[in-house]
């Protein structure tokens, strides 16, 4: 069973949210997206007379298919029906695979000064025009786009040009773009197929961006017609599980009871509202369980449904010392009268049902109506900072339920966890462990993935990539950075500069941290430049080496305070001891900074990635130096002497 589709955005929007579209959609626009940041677009049920297929294909870049759907491109009446392939695929036509798209002719020979996403908008338009007119609006619009193309960037000073240059947000949360240039990779694909359940991963590697694309895409995918996906945590705001910290310290197994009580609140209030006015034997006892614990709500948002329960969880406290009565290890409150519990009174008639039979009931009715439903987790490192006594039992109980929910084949829970964090989870020992690793997956960038990242961000900054389009070279990078930000023969290039900058002790290079350095660059520069009024011939980069180490300065005090002090905890003390010293430590020099127990101390600074072990020493990072005013060279004594500077920058 299906919800029907009456609203109006199903007849304005009929391409946004494939399970509104059932059956043939002719007339319609339909739009999805492929791999990358590739757009596909395709006009259905608007065949010629002739009875003829698709008139062909035509690849361009992302950039120009506003121009080609926005204006008329897709015009059924006229029988005109045109596709947009990915950006990342070479133009057919160019090879001669889709003569039809010259009637018939092979492919034309490239002008002069014309890229080949110019040559194909211009032999669409040509196309276009022999079907509609030499005033096709989706004409006008390719030639307007090709003109503005070919637009340069004579007489703009550098300082002009690099202020048009928009990296977005490092953040997912701020980043209103991302969804142009995020890439599907094999743990989005790994996602999607349902082949993982746990997504972990480093601060700044791309968490909270699977989880918003995910949101946004996951109607476009085949797998999920009839899964719906529901975020079980607040995106924005103070951590809606926070509020668990209010009932004090719990046993894990009453953690377990809370975190399955608020499943069942969340997936059954919600799947009353979608399906409002469908009645069932399965719905129907679904209302009367949340209508009996008192869980059934009218706002079905997690902030609501979560507070409503600890809110329940803090009353039947409140009565548990005259009553005897506390939240039950594997059940949920159940009360058959008005429960007032503010006059400290539980009427008679107060009972539990089982936890995992009110998850069953749910499960039941999301069979009856032929649905499944993803419930996804985030911001779990923010829940309970600053409280251990409550974050480990918490969390730990959490991983407990979702092993409990595997026989409930209609509710997944998906956990979006950070690496650290999970470390703790199951420190000292996890019953099953292996059953959830089994459906854990990783996040790693390689340092391809993180050039294409650059590229790719670059590239959909179209102002500014227009602009300087005339002047690559090989690739937009060499145009904005210094082949070498230091130009000694043996300094490695700009790109590796940037990699070996960016990356903690661990080894993690976070994409975060990429975006952050280049936008602190950019800035560097722009407050250089201001005064600049000469223009700019492409000669020389944009981004100076100077202003790259400028950045580079902004980036360690930015993840000193956000990443390694905040992930520290208690033990950011023991960072703090390292403050405006040398970089690199034997076991010696780290007894003298770190006291007693140095040995212990020195394995959790290299588990939070602030030690890394060089041989029989240790070295901090270079993405934390500059922000805890530590400099290059040894604080132990050598042959040259105590603190000499002789490890070539890293290098």
């Known amino acids: 069973m299906r919800r029907p589709c009456s609203s109006t955005a199903c007849t304005r929007y009929p391409v946004l949210d494939r399970r509104r579209v059932r059956g043939p959609a002719r007339g319609r626009l339909l739009i999805w997206r492929g791999h990358g940041s590739a757009r596909a677009v395709t006009v259905r049920g608007c065949e010629p007379p002739d009875g003829r297929d698709l008139l062909g294909t035509i690849g361009v870049t992302d950039a120009a298919i506003p121009h080609l759907i926005a204006r008329g491109a897709g015009d059924c009446q006229l029988g005109h029906c045109i596709r947009v392939l990915p950006a990342d695929t070479r133009p057919h036509c160019l090879e001669g695979q889709h003569p039809r798209l010259h009637g018939g002719s092979a492919c034309p020979a490239r002008p002069s000064g014309i890229t080949a996403n110019e040559l194909v908008l211009r032999i669409a338009a040509d196309r276009l025009s022999s079907h509609h007119g030499s005033q096709s609006p989706a004409r006008t619009a390719s030639i307007e786009y090709i003109d503005k193309m070919n637009a340069d960037a004579e007489g703009r000073s550098s300082h002009e040009i690099l202020s048009l240059l928009d990296l977005g947000s490092p953040v997912a949360e701020h980043d209103s773009a991302l969804e142009r240039y995020f890439v599907e990779t094999p743990i989005f694909k790994t996602l999607v197929d349902d082949k993982a359940d746990v997504i972990a991963g480093d601060k700044g590697t791309g968490k909270s961006a699977l989880f918003s694309i995910l949101q946004k895409r996951y109607v476009q995918h085949k797998q999920f017609d009839d899964t719906e996906l529901l975020p079980a945590f607040n995106p ?365 101390k020195t394995l959790i600074l290299r588990t939070l990635g602030f030690l890394e072990p060089i041989g029989q020493n240790y070295k901090i990072p270079m993405l934390y130096r500059d922000g805890l005013g530590i400099t290059q060279g040894k604080a132990f004594a050598t042959l040259q002497g105590r603190g000499t500077a002789d490890d070539a920058d890293d290098e």
């Open 236 to 600: 924005a705001g103070t951590p809606v599980f926070q509020r668990l910290i209010e009932a004090g310290v719990l046993d894990e197994s009453q953690y377990i009871s809370v975190w399955k009580a608020y499943f069942v609140s969340l997936a059954g209030n919600w799947l009353l509202e979608f399906v409002d006015g469908l009645e069932g034997q399965k719905l129907d006892k679904l209302r009367n369980l949340l209508e009996g614990t008192g869980l059934r709500a009218a706002d079905t948002a997690p902030s609501t449904l979560f507070s409503q329960l600890v809110n329940k969880l803090k009353s039947l406290q409140s009565v548990q010392v005259s009553q005897g009565v506390t939240w039950p290890a594997d059940g949920i409150p159940l009360i058959t009268h008005t429960l007032k519990l503010d006059a400290g009174q539980l009427p008679a008639e107060t009972s539990f049902v089982n936890a995992d039979e009110a998850l069953k009931v749910v499960n039941d009715a999301l069979e009856e109506t032929e649905l499944s439903l993803w419930l996804l987790m985030d911001r779990l490192d923010e829940a309970f900072q600053a409280t251990p006594a409550i974050e480990k039992p918490a969390l730990r109980a959490l991983f407990r339920a979702y092993l409990d929910l595997k026989p409930f084949e209609r509710i997944r829970l998906k956990l979006f966890v950070r690496n650290d964090l999970f470390g703790r989870i199951i420190e000292g020992g996890f019953v099953n462990l292996t059953h959830v690793n089994a459906r854990k997956t990783v996040i790693t960038w390689d340092d391809e993935d993180l050039y294409d990242l650059v590229l790719r961000r670059v590239e959909e900054s179209e102002e500014f990539y227009e602009a300087v389009k005339p002047f690559v070279r090989e690739t937009v990078f060499d145009i904005i950075f210094p082949p070498k930000v230091d130009m000694a023969d043996k300094k490695p290039t700009t790109w590796t500069w940037i990699l070996r900058r960016i990356r903690d002790g661990n080894d993690v290079k976070a994409p975060r941290n990429l975006v952050t350095l280049m936008s602190q660059a950019q800035s560097a520069q722009l407050r250089r430049s201001k005064a600049d009024a000469g223009v700019w011939d492409g000669s020389e980069p944009l981004v100076t080496g100077e202003s790259m180490k400028k950045g580079l300065a902004a980036l360690s005090a930015e993840r000193v305070e956000d990443t390694l002090l905040a992930e520290a905890g208690d033990n950011a003390q023991l960072i703090d001891r390292f403050r405006n010293g040398k970089a690199e430590h034997n076991p010696q020099s780290l007894a003298e900074v770190l006291g007693d127990n140095s040995v212990a």
